[in-house]
């Protein structure tokens, strides 16, 4: 236990301490702060409930950077994942970036909503086309989170580890590992 942790009466009192201090930080107008505090509040889960308002204010401030909409749309259907609906089409509307760090990281964040995502299918699937090998590779593995299909990774994996290119088979090796399985051809 963190000495910060240790002066609190107990675990609740702890928990609303740091979801106070995130809320606050969801305000600052450092956006690496904004970035932390998003998923953070995220990973409170349903104690974080009266963070949705804040967080789903950030995912319609088109002035935000586009990393901070998306944490903080992941966040809001981690916290309660029946508004998943009103923030997957930020998610897809990222998607369509040609940013290929953040079309990764918005995939990955889809993939670990599971099942809440599968409106966002249809343009994972197109991503598996994409130039960038790691965004090919987060996509099948978000396809594969959502659906418990292996069968567009495999598919990617072998892909990329028939690749001439060097970093597109250390892609796929990552892939394969992921999937748990060893078998690199």
């Known amino acids: 236990m963190t000495p910060l942790a240790a002066s609190f009466r107990g675990a609740d009192e702890y928990i609303l301490f740091m979801l106070n201090t995130l809320m606050s930080d969801l305000q600052s107008p450092d956006p690496l702060v904004r970035v932390r505090a ?5 990973d409170l889960g349903a104690a974080a409930i009266k963070a949705i308002p804040a967080l789903l204010s950030l995912t319609q401030d088109e002035s935000q950077h586009p990393l901070i909409r998306v944490l903080a749309a992941a966040a809001v259907a ?5 508004q998943t609906g009103a923030v997957i ?11 290929a760090p953040l079309v990764g990281a918005t995939a990955d964040e889809l993939g670990a909503l599971g099942k809440h995502a599968k409106p966002a299918l249809p343009d994972l699937f197109r991503l598996l086309t994409d ?8 996509a099948a593995q978000a396809i594969w989170r959502i ?17 001439e290119e060097w970093l597109d ?17």
């Open 131 to 138: 130039d960038c090998a790691a965004v090919r590779s987060t």
């Open 78 to 82: 981690k916290i309660d994942p029946a």
């Open 38 to 42: 998003a998923p953070a509040l995220g």
């Open 147 to 163: 659906t418990g299909d292996r069968t567009a990774a495999e598919r990617v994996g072998r892909e990329l580890l028939r690749s």
């Open 89 to 99: 089409p930020v998610l897809i509307n990222v998607l369509k970036s040609h940013d």
């Open 169 to 185: 088979r250390k892609v796929g090796e990552g892939l394969f590992a992921v999937l748990g399985d060893e078998r690199v051809s």
